[in-house]
T-cell receptor
Framework: GDSVTQMEGPVTLSEEAFLTINCTYTATGYPSLFWYVQYPGEGLQLLLKATKADDKGSNKGFEATYRKETTSFHLEKGSVQVSDSAVYFCALSSPDTGRRALTFGSGTRLQVQP | DSGVTQTPKHLITATGQRVTLRCSPRSGDLSVYWYQQSLDQGLQFLIQYYNGEERAKGNILERFSAQQFPDLHSELNLSSLELGDSALYFC?????????????FGSGTQLSVL
């Protein structure tokens, strides 16, 4: 079945540091890929998405590129802020499920220190 | 604010009991999804309804059931509760049956089974 593997956290960075959170996936067909962010006490919010190979999703300084050859969708940001502290989830939706359900990774907690 | 309302925010109950979690989707959204977030299983898709009809089922236990009413709100019923059912239950909504855009998540109901 479909699965998403993320790097374990927590990831602790200083403000203005470069961020990479690794995500790889296993799926049949051509899934759509997503990054969601969860701030403390809140529900998940879509951060960015990519629906086909080589697409780059971007939002709020975050970027991720859909790499079919390496089945990866790594999240990057050039300069993190304290306000970026949250849990980040990589997810996919598969055409096999009619794109109805998201399969999530385990989440990576990011802590940014001033 | 995502526009998705979940009640109650917190629920404490005992093993063997039954509880009902409620979700009101964003105005105009016809699809409602239920997800369970636990420390050991991560975020797991439970079930989806679209305009009152069940459309997809994930890892939902037989002790759990859901429905979507004509006014589009949804309820998740959990019965014969066990300690392992303690988790954060999220509801999400989207305007479509199959989504390629994004889900809007509520802030969740924290269930504690003692």
């Amino acid at each position: 079945g479909d699965s998403v593997t993320q790097m374990e956290g927590p990831v602790t960075l200083s403000e203005e540091a470069f961020l990479t959170i690794n995500c790889t996936y296993t799926a049949t067909g051509y899934p759509s890929l997503f990054w969601y962010v969860q701030y403390p006490g809140e529900g998940l919010q879509l951060l960015l998405k990519a629906t086909k190979a080589d697409d780059k999703g971007s939002n709020k300084g975050f970027e991720a590129t859909y790499r079919k050859e390496t089945t990866s969708f790594h999240l990057e940001k050039g300069s993190v802020q304290v306000s970026d502290s949250a849990v980040y989830f990589c997810a996919l939706s598969s055409p096999d499920t009619g794109r109805r359900a998201l399969t999530f990774g385990s989440g990576t907690r990011l802590q940014v220190q001033p | 604010d995502s526009g998705v309302t979940q009640t109650p925010k917190h629920l404490i109950t005992a093993t063997g009991q039954r509880v009902t979690l409620r979700c009101s989707p964003r105005s105009g959204d016809l699809s409602v999804y239920w997800y369970q977030q636990s420390l050991d299983q991560g975020l797991q898709f439970l079930i989806q309804y679209y305009n009152g009809e069940e459309r997809a089922k994930g890892n939902i236990l037989e002790r759990f059931s859901a429905q979507q009413f004509p006014d589009l709100h949804s309820e998740l019923n959990l019965s014969s509760l066990e300690l392992g059912d303690s988790a954060l239950y999220f509801c999400a909504s989207s305007p479509e049956d199959t989504f390629n855009e994004k889900l809007f998540f509520g802030s969740g109901t924290q269930l504690s089974v003692l």
